[in-house]
């Protein structure tokens, strides 16, 4: 038994805002039914690299996941997909504003049919405001969130978070807001629409910052690894490496200089006598620790942080993060098989539910792999849904025992 069995999502969306959302929801076991153009898909499944013309990338998102290839241009299409959406719990879109009123697919539409449903709309700037008919990507979200003035070295180029967070955020914000919206429904409310902006999930991350600026004027700007309001909390430079270390209370600032770094005397200095003042040296304080920590490699240091008691960790490479024992342990990595990619490595639900855990139980589907499967569900008899697959209006990936995995 898991959280969401028995919630029916229809899901829209493509690229990764979307995908995550409902990978979020599939993971605690909604049955996601991603509606896909006939063709191509989504269109991240043109993402390198590819594994027996599947890609990678792809397939992560898109677990617990059957997938109908259907075009939504043929009135057909459309009529399919609003009986579908009638009979669901949840809808997720993440097209432009405009593009589902086109579709006949609209929340006020679907709501006609089902006023129940908890309908979402994950788009760049919103379904209101002056941009709110702009086209908008990660990348401009993050331009347009101020990430990418206080991303980076300290006087360098804009640049990006290594991850598209303002998706990624959006994605969890939309699953957030539909878990509550399905709450209140099984509480005797109503369905209700949903709108979620990149721009916005990605702003509501800045809390410190928006909290510099409105309380003192404080423009954030890029500042490497280093805290805005706390030192020494940053990457250090060591004899191989780098180590992190976040030292930024007094207790630990002491714990620090005395057992870690040999060195009392540091404690005594005026400039780096309170948080604040240390905050407001972080810049010679990183140089005298560095002038320390580069006499000894990463491990000596994180082994004398543990035993100090001061937070602290390597800087590890992507790969040398997921094969750390505790990623293992934690089971944040994990193997499941695809019908045409083969085993594969997934990444694994971050959240652990005591009674009623999250699990991976199907690989991303084929394009089209459970169309027909899907349509029968939905009250089309064999006649209808042959006849729409000679058409080119549904598509059904080959149904081998190799490539069915549901």
């Known amino acids: ?66 997938s109908l290839a259907l075009d939504l241009k043929s009135e057909v299409g459309q009529r399919v997909a609003l ?11 993440n097209f432009r504003p405009g593009v589902m009123h086109r579709l006949g697919l609209d929340y006020d539409t679907v709501r006609g049919r089902n006023p129940d449903v908890v309908y979402t709309s994950i788009t760049g700037f919103g379904q209101t405001g002056p941009e709110s008919h702009r086209p908008g990507f990660d990348i401009i979200a993050q331009g347009m969130a101020g990430f ?68 003192g004027g404080r423009e954030p700007v890029a500042e490497g690894s280093r805290h805005r309001h706390r030192a020494p909390y940053q990457a250090y430079r060591t004899s191989d490496g780098y180590v992190t270390i976040g030292a930024g ?36 304080l990183a140089q005298e620790l560095e002038e320390i920590l580069r006499g000894q490699p990463t491990a000596f240091w994180v082994k004398a942080l543990d035993t100090a008691g001061v937070p602290g960790g390597p800087v590890l490479t ?14 944040m990595v994990v193997e499941i098989d695809h019908p045409k990619i083969g085993r594969m490595r997934v990444l694994g639900v971050p959240a652990k539910l005591s009674e009623t855990p999250a699990t991976i139980r199907q690989p991303a589907p084929l394009l089209g792999q459970h169309s027909q499967e899907i349509l029968l569900e939905g009250g089309f008899d064999h006649i209808q849904i042959r006849d729409w697959i000679e058409q080119g209006i549904v598509a059904q990936a080959p149904t081998t025992d190799e490539q069915v995995g549901r």
């Open 83 to 93: 009986e579908l959406t009638s009979r669901a719990d949840v809808v997720v879109e």
């Open 148 to 215: 990418l003035r206080m991303t980076g070295a300290p006087g360098g180029e804009p640049a990006k978070f290594g991850v598209a967070v303002t998706d990624l955020v959006a994605g969890m914000t939309a699953a957030n807001a539909v878990l509550a919206a399905y709450i209140r429904r099984l509480r005797g409310g109503a369905g209700q629409y949903i709108d979620v902006a990149l721009v916005d999930a990605g702003l509501s991350l800045t809390v410190w910052e928006a909290g510099a600026w409105f309380g």
């Open 1 to 66: 038994m898991q959280p969401l069995d028995g919630v029916r999502v229809v899901d829209f969306t493509r690229f990764l805002s979307g995908p995550y959302c409902t990978m979020i929801l599939g993971d605690y076991g909604a049955d996601v039914v991603k509606i896909e153009r006939t063709g191509h898909g989504d269109d991240s499944r043109d993402i390198a690299p590819f594994v027996n013309g599947e890609s990678y990338p792809s397939a992560m998102p898109n677990r617990n996941k059957r």
């Open 318 to 331: 992507y790969s040398q993060a997921l094969e750390q024992p505790q990623v293992e342990a934690r089971e």
């Open 249 to 284: 209370n007094d207790r630990l600032w002491g714990r620090l200089c005395h057992d870690v770094l040999q060195r009392p005397d540091l404690m005594d200095r005026p400039e780096y006598g309170s948080s604040r003042s240390r905050a407001e040296h972080a810049d010679q």
